[in-house]
Nanobody
């Protein structure tokens, strides 16, 4: 059974940083595009960032561009989200996702989802 397990969430002050990790039990991890989404209370889940299977291409939501960086280590079956200059509005549950097709993450399409990790930013 495929599992995506997020870690690294927690609390931070505005202007601070957090680094999320997502460990995937995908045998063919290096063939999946990976992404991060978030859902704030009372809001719909939204796309945050995605990285191609090779790691050579990335995509970001405008709201996080320049502050967040997505990366992956295919040798460790892990994807990361480095979050800098955090804002109160970044508070949400963050989800990791895997897309075997490689093109659907921006549209919320994924084959597998993690359980989420809470990020809380105090202003």
């Amino acid at each position: 059974q495929v599992q995506l397990v997020e870690s690294g969430g927690g609390s931070a002050q505005a202007g601070g940083s957090l680094r999320l990790s997502c460990a995937a039990s995908l045998r063919t991890f290096s063939t999946y595009a990976m992404g991060w989404f978030r859902q704030a209370p009372g809001k719909e889940r939204e796309f945050v960032a995605a990285v191609s299977s090779s790691g050579g291409s990335t995509d970001y939501a405008n709201s996080v561009k320049g502050r967040f960086t997505i990366s992956r280590d295919n040798a460790k079956n892990t994807v990361y989200l480095q979050m800098n200059s955090l804002k109160h509005e970044d508070t949400a549950v963050y989800y990791c996702a895997a897309d075997g097709g490689g093109t659907g993450l921006r549209f919320g399409l994924a084959h597998y989802w993690g359980q989420g990790t809470q990020v809380t930013v105090s202003s």
